[in-house]
């Protein structure tokens, strides 16, 4: 540290207190380049700034018409070394998918090929306002409309929104367009059915677009309740929200009979489609009766995403429901040559759109990388792509299922994750220490404690992107901290005992976050 600590913070433990290290305790709580940083409130100050300003000329006109600032913010500044270091030193600490395997289950975190991001740089892509004249960006017009085209033949359906800015946004642009369809029809329904093995973002999704949610319960292998979801289905049922493939790693081999019942009672089927990496180019969503489903660029198309980052959910539609999408969208020009955005009054059915999802058109950025995904793939590519996905998955659930509670590893193969529970773990020890364990070997771990129909739940999704040779040394550490844990070691409970922070109090750090910094007292 090169700075004062204000806050008087220090390591939990030093190098040689916790006997890990057999090393001297160092001045500053740096391990060799592993450099401690401290917050930037802490190595700051109010004076210092990395840029310099003119002085003020005090004779000059005030422009700022009465929102002139009346004391200052209290922010501290840096000089811009000083700037460059803290966040580098900070990024260090973190982990991400150019750093490692990144096993977290249902939310795929794959390779980003570097071609995409040179694409997305492009000037004409990246310097572009989406307040620019319609005549001035008709290639970025083409890329959404090649890209919302792509995403239509993939999936076999007729209408797509490109705006939504997530999956969970994805979902939401799909539960509107079913109510305008109903309120269209002058058919309001209130209930919005959802199994217990959906994603949690599909109950959160209904019950905030005003439904009432229900649950139906899974079977014993993994699936929806078919004969569950036909029992409660009436008029009063707007639509049900299921996750295929589900967040067990499952095919839902009902779908289509599900699909059919719902549809016999005037509902609508939204599928959740943030798995579609599984299935791309081997199934198509349409041909089962799905009426809208978002699809996640981020996850399936390789965009980057984490740590909050931007993301991309576009939503396909069926013939019933894509008058209902948001608006814009992008047409081709009658006579074939160039682009429009299609707002209201352009349309062919007007007034029938629930509106916008968003200010503008979307994740521009987001779109310019998928679509580059997709051409340098081809079809023949993405159908490899869910087929190695899968096959990682299934090698990862045979390599560990003789140790490992694999609670549907007889349902069959499972599809691009593998879910394993903490069954007989010993001494107290559960999924949450295998965990920290797993940090220590050098990975970030698995999805935790969900889905929650399986006893502390792991869920390891490889993606396609991992070698066998990846895979064959995070099934050897997994199945080291497996026969710890089968063992009942101690000591897992302390980990990790390797990373930049010893055992965080999760459940604080979510419920109570402090989100502002305040000077220490004294
Ligand atoms: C990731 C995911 C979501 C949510 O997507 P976001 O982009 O994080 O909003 C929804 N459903 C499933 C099955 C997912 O895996």
Redesign the pocket.
């Known amino acids: 540290m090169n700075a004062p600590n204000k806050s008087g913070w220090k390591p939990e433990m030093s190098p040689a207190e916790d006997g890990l290290h057999n090393g001297p305790a160092t001045t500053t709580g740096n391990r060799a380049l592993m450099l401690e940083e401290p917050l930037i409130f802490e190595i700051g100050h109010a004076e210092t700034t990395g840029v310099d300003l003119p002085e003020i000329d005090p004779d000059a006109p005030n422009r700022l018409g009465g929102f002139e600032r009346s004391k200052p913010i209290g922010l501290v500044g840096l000089t811009e070394p000083e700037t460059v270091r803290h966040y580098t030193r900070l990024s260090r600490q973190n982990y991400g998918i150019d750093l490692g395997f990144f096993p977290l289950g ?2 795929t975190m794959k390779h980003n090929p570097r071609l995409n991001e040179k694409v997305a740089r492009l000037p004409g892509f990246a310097d572009i306002h989406p307040l620019a004249p319609q005549q001035t960006v008709q290639g970025a017009l083409q890329v959404i409309h090649e890209l919302g085209d792509w995403l239509m033949k993939l999936t076999g359906m007729p209408g797509v929104a490109m705006s939504p800015k ?4 994805g ?1 939401l642009c799909g539960i509107l367009a079913i109510r305008a369809a109903h309120t269209a029809r002058g058919d309001a329904r209130e209930v919005v059915l959802v199994p217990e093995s959906a ?1 949690g ?2 109950p959160a999704t209904a019950a905030f677009a005003g439904y009432k949610v229900e649950d139906i319960p899974a079977t014993p292998e993994g699936r929806v309740d078919l004969e569950a979801i036909k029992a409660r289905l009436a008029p009063d049922v707007a639509a049900v929200m299921i ?1 295929n493939p589900n ?1 067990c790693g499952l095919f839902e081999k009902d779908f289509r009979e599900i699909a059919d019942a719902v549809h016999a009672v005037g509902g609508y089927v939204y599928c ?1 489609g ?2 579609f990496n599984a299935i791309v180019g081997r199934v198509r969503p349409g041909d089962l009766g799905v009426d809208a489903m978002h699809i ?1 660029l ?2 399936t198309f390789s965009t980057p995403h984490g740590g909050g980052g931007p ?1 991309s ?1 576009p939503v396909v539609f069926s013939e019933a429901l894509k008058d209902f999408a948001p608006l814009p969208i992008v047409r081709k020009l009658q006579d074939g040559d160039g682009y429009e955005l299609v707002e209201e009054e352009q349309r062919e059915h007007r007034g029938q759109s629930f509106g916008r999802m968003t200010a503008f058109h979307g994740q521009m950025g987001m779109f310019t990388r998928a679509l580059t995904y997709m051409l340098s793939h081809g079809a023949d590519g993405l159908k490899q792509v869910s087929e190695d996905a899968v096959l990682n998955a299934n090698y990862v659930l045979r390599s560990l299922e003789d140790i490992l509670h694999a609670p549907f590893a007889d349902s069959g193969p499972c599809m691009h994750e593998a879910l394993f529970g903490d069954k007989d773990f010993e001494g107290g020890l559960s999924t949450l220490d295998l965990a920290k364990a797993l940090i220590d070997e050098g990975y970030h771990p698995m999805t935790v404690y969900f889905p929650l129909v399986v006893h502390g739940a792991m869920l390891v999704e490889p993606t396609e992107t991992e070698s066998k040779a990846a895979l064959d040394e995070f099934i050897t550490a997994f199945r080291s901290v497996t026969e710890r844990a089968l063992a009942g070691d101690e000591s897992m409970k302390q980990a990790p005992y390797y990373a930049p922070r010893r055992r965080l109090d999760e459940t604080a750090a979510a419920r109570k976050p402090k989100l502002a910094w305040e000077e220490p007292e004294g």
């Open positions: 249902s939310c997530a999956g969970a946004h979902e994603h973002t599909n996750t967040t959740d943030a798995n996640n981020h996850k993301g959910g």
